[in-house]
């Protein structure tokens, strides 16, 4: 898998407020986390998050421009900080992006590159959004890459199942967290 890191993409206490689906995605996301620590992995999280004010949303993004009416993911704001049952330990690395995928608007790729890390193993909510596009983006960017399955959730049960089963696999090795975590346990 080379040098790898986890990433817990926007894991934020509004965004499991409205996509949480009540199948125990956090304990599956903590249970990652927990396993990735004990292997010596790092464990990065990438929230996303607006300036105050929202300098930073146009007007054009349908997506961002609805979270804006929303009053979502201003930087400081409660809803915007990381969901506690998976909140990083001193040590781990918050990278806030601004846009859909993980290195928009983000220094995720410098971070990446100053550790030596050529492997992704992606979770996050929501399927349809962070990990779709940080999957292209790092694809384009020659990560090599495994998306845990059990790990994203979307508002969407169809849409996940779609990408994880059809799309994902095209360009990443798709796992469940305890299939993942056996791989990297020697017998």
């Known amino acids: 898998m080379g040098n790898s890191a986890l ?40 929230v996303i998050g607006f300036r105050p004010g929202r300098p930073d949303v146009s007007a054009h993004h349908k997506v961002l421009s609805a979270a804006v009416q929303e009053g979502l993911f201003t930087e400081g704001d409660p809803g915007t900080a990381i969901h506690p049952d998976v909140a990083p330990q001193d040590g781990d690395v918050v ?11 983000s220094d995720l790729d410098l971070v990446l590159r100053v550790r030596g890390i050529d492997h992704l193993v992606l979770t996050g909510i929501a399927t349809s959004g962070v990990v779709l596009y940080t999957l ?4 384009d960017l020659d990560f090599g890459l ?26 990443a090795d798709v796992l469940t967290v305890e299939d993942w975590l056996a791989a990297r346990t020697p017998n």
């Open 7 to 46: 990433l817990v993409m926007d894991v934020q206490q509004d965004i499991v407020e409205i996509a949480d689906d009540g199948s125990g995605y956090l304990r599956r996301v903590r249970r990652a986390i927990d396993g990735a620590r004990a292997a010596g992995l790092p464990v990065i999280y990438v």
């Open 95 to 105: 990278i806030t992006k601004r846009r859909a995928s993980a290195f928009s608007g």
């Open 136 to 139: 292209c983006q790092a694809n």
């Open 146 to 171: 495994t998306v845990l399955a059990d790990a994203c959730l979307d508002t969407d049960p169809e849409v996940h199942r779609t990408l994880t089963d059809r799309l994902f696999p095209r360009w």
